[in-house]
C-alpha cells in the first residue's frame, strides 16, 4: 500500500489498487468475456463457468481496493478491503501497537521492503516498496506519529531503535545511556574458535569447516563419475567405430566427464580445508580477513559506524559461510554475520566482547 494523506500524522491513510493491476486484471476478464459469449452464441454451455471464473478473477484485480486509516487523535485505525469502495471492515485502538517493524521479503527476481504495524503476534501492513531507503522512512514517519521504536530486522536479526536517535550509533547510545560500564563476562570454559589478544585487539580464528563439508562434495563427484564409466564409458569402449573415432573419443569423455570433475572436487575440497577466516576487534572498529588458496580478502568496519551488535538468524551468507543463527555486526545498512558454527554460549561471549570494545 501507499500513503495518500501526505505529511498529516493525525490521519494517515493507506491505499492500495488499480493503477497497474488494471491491465493485468483486464487480461483475465476479457477473455473470460469472449468465451462467455461464445459458449451462449454456439451452446457450449461448458465454456460459461469457465469464462465466468476469470471475469470474477479479473475484476477482484480491476475493481479490488483495500485501505489502512490511522487517526492519531481518536487513538483508533480501520483497515477495509472492496471493489472500489469498502465492504469489510475491521477496527482497533492504536495504543496496542507497540512497534514499527521492517522486514525484507527476498524472491526469485525481487526484493521487496515491508513495513508493519506490531504487538505481539497481532500485525497491520501498511506500506511496501522496492527501494530500502523508501521503507527506512516510511518506518521513522510512523514511528514518530505514533510514538513507537521501529524494529529493524534489514540486515539480520532484529534490532530496535529509537527515532529520536535514528542515526545513532552504538559507541553514542551506549555513552547516552551508561551502558559502557558492564563487565566482560568469563570466556566460556570450551570453545570452537581461537582467540589471542594483543593489545587492545582481541583476534578471534574462527574455526574451520568440518570434514563433511571438505569430502562429502568429493563424493559424489567420484559417485558421478562411477556413472559415467558404466553408463557411458563401457559401452563406449565396445561400440563399433570407423577409422581412429574410438582412440579419440574415449580419451575425450575420459577428461572431460571424469578428469576434470576430479580436479575441480579436489580443488574445491583442499580450498575448504586451507581457508583461514579470522576476525579482529579493536577500539578503532572490525577488520575481517578470508584466506584462501591464493586470494585474501579484508574488510575493516569502523567503530562509529556499528550500530548494533546482537545474534541472530543472517539475512544472506555469513561472512563464514554458515547459515546458522550467527553473531551480527549491524552498520548502516549492512550487516556482517559470522560464527554460525560455534555454541550459543560462545556466540553469546563474543557478542558481549564486540560490545564492550566497540562501545
Known amino acids: ?110 526484493t521487496w521492503y ?78 570452537r574458535a581461537t582467540y589471542k589478544i594483543e593489545g587492545d585487539c582481541l583476534e578471534i580464528e574462527l574455526p574451520k569447516k568440518s570434514l563433511a563439508a571438505a569430502y562429502v562434495p568429493l563424493v559424489l563427484v567420484f559417485g558421478f563419475c562411477a556413472g559415467v564409466y558404466f553408463i557411458i564409458l563401457r559401452p563406449l569402449r565396445v561400440l563399433p567405430m570407423p577409422g581412429n573415432m574410438q582412440a579419440i573419443t574415449v580419451p575425450v569423455v575420459i577428461g572431460a566427464f571424469i578428469g576434470i570433475p576430479i580436479l575441480t572436487g579436489l580443488l574445491a575440497s583442499y580450498r575448504t580445508r586451507v581457508a583461514r577466516m579470522c576476525v579482529r576487534v579493536s577500539r578503532d572498529g572490525i577488520q575481517t580477513e578470508a584466506r584462501g588458496i591464493i586470494r585474501e580478502k579484508r574488510e575493516t568496519i569502523p567503530a562509529r559506524e556499528v550500530v548494533a551488535i546482537l545474534t541472530g538468524k543472517p539475512v544472506g551468507a555469513a561472512f563464514d559461510g554458515s547459515w546458522k543463527e550467527c553473531v551480527i555486526v549491524r552498520y548502516g545498512a549492512k550487516s556482517l554475520c559470522f560464527g554460525g558454527n560455534l555454541p550459543a554460549q560462545e556466540k553469546e561471549w563474543i557478542r558481549a566482547a564486540l560490545e564492550k570494545m566497540l562501545g
Open 114 to 191: 515491508i513495513v508493519t504495524l506490531r504487538s505481539g503476534d497481532f500485525k497491520l501492513d501498511a506500506f511496501q516498496s522496492g527501494n530500502t531507503e523508501e521503507a527506512r522512512a516510511e518506518a521513522l514517519f510512523l514511528a514518530k506519529a505514533l510514538k513507537v521504536k521501529i524494529s529493524d530486522g534489514l540486515g539480520g536479526g532484529e534490532i530496535l531503535l529509537d527515532p529520536d536517535h535514528l542515526n545513532e550509533s552504538l559507541r553514542e547510545r551506549r555513552a547516552r545511556t551508561g551502558d559502557g560500564t558492564a563487565k566482560l563476562p568469563p570466556l566460556p570454559g570450551v570453545t
Open 1 to 110: 500500500m501507499a500513503r495518500i494523506s501526505g505529511d498529516n500524522t493525525r490521519r494517515i491513510e493507506y491505499r492500495s489498487g488499480g493503477g497497474c493491476m488494471i491491465p493485468f486484471g483486464a487480461l483475465f476478464a476479457l477473455p473470460g468475456l469472449a468465451a462467455m459469449a461464445a459458449g451462449i452464441k454456439d451452446g457450449e454451455f461448458v465454456a460459461i463457468p469457465f469464462g465466468f471464473l476469470f471475469v470474477v478473477i479479473g475484476s477482484i484485480f480491476v475493481f479490488g481496493r483495500k485501505g489502512l486509516i490511522l487517526d492519531t487523535e481518536s487513538g483508533a485505525y480501520e483497515k477495509w478491503h472492496g471493489l472500489l469502495t469498502p465492504m469489510k471492515r475491521a477496527a482497533g485502538r492504536l495504543d496496542r501497537i507497540d512497534r514499527v517493524e521492517l522486514k525484507v521479503q527476498r524472491g526469485d527476481d525481487s
